[in-house]
């Protein structure tokens, strides 16, 4: 068996969550908005007295017109992020290739006003900027990382699936529940779902698990006292 030396360091593996914020924000905030607004729609239209088919169809419809609104929201303001940070992309190149000895002190100084002495900051800044001068001024001069970059894409189909599959579950109470006990019913499994959506989220993310479900949980149960509040006010059927 082969022996390992005396002071050899195992190796440490951590394990980050940084690299999910991209997608993980688009379907935390899609599964959320697809339970807590379709299931407003399902309730309030359910409490003003409306038909079973009625209130199926406006949950139906809710779901599309959401689906296709968080995806095109989301692709909107990522791309915005990306075309601002493709921007900051030329403004390094072109400094870096018009003015590399700038850039080389402006690199020092960031290091050396993070904790490095004036000789070890510039020895730092001629070692990274000779590997990759570009990726190193995007990192320490603009926080610009290859795991938070701005994917336009991934975040609308995240968002547009995460969407879907919420707002499936206001939805299937509908079709499910007996015609008289739908806002009882939905109302129930929605703060479930919440609670769950939630938790799931704080533990992907590395938050507490109870913490994340009752935020989540909170605010969807007083979006859904609103559109009941609404519903009843106008005891209309349509």
């Not at 017109?65 to 992309?89: F, I, N, R």
């Not at 001629?126 to 190193?136: K, N, V």
Request: glycine share 10%.
């Amino acid at each position: 068996m082969p022996r390992h030396p005396r002071n050899a360091t195992p190796r440490h593996r951590e394990r980050h969550r940084t690299d999910r914020v991209g997608w993980l924000r688009a379907a935390v905030l899609g599964a959320n908005d697809g339970i807590v607004s379709v299931s407003g729609l399902v309730v309030g239209v359910a409490a003003s007295g409306a038909s079973a088919s009625t209130v199926l169809i406006t949950g139906v419809a809710g779901l599309v017109a959401g689906a296709m609104s968080m995806a095109a929201g989301e692709y909107v303001s990522v791309q915005s992020q990306a075309d601002a940070e493709a921007a900051d992309l030329a403004v390094e190149t072109r400094e870096l290739q018009e003015m590399p000895d700038s850039e080389l002190a402006e690199l020092t100084q960031i290091y050396t006003e993070r904790g490095l002495e004036p000789g070890l900051a510039r020895q730092v800044a001629e070692q990274l900027t000779a590997r990759d001068a570009l990726a190193t001024h995007l990192r320490d001069e603009l926080g610009i990382t290859e795991a938070l970059r701005a994917r336009p894409l991934q975040a609308a189909l995240a968002s547009a699936a995460a969407f879907t599959v919420g707002a499936l579950l206001p939805i299937a109470t509908t079709v499910l529940a007996p015609p008289d006990r739908v806002v009882l019913v939905t109302t129930v499994a929605t703060l479930a779902g919440l609670l769950a959506s939630g938790g799931v989220a704080a533990w992907v993310g590395g938050a507490p698990v109870l913490r994340g479900a009752w935020r989540v949980g909170f605010w969807g149960a007083m979006a859904m006292a609103a559109a009941a509040l609404v519903g009843r006010l106008f005891h209309v059927s349509v």
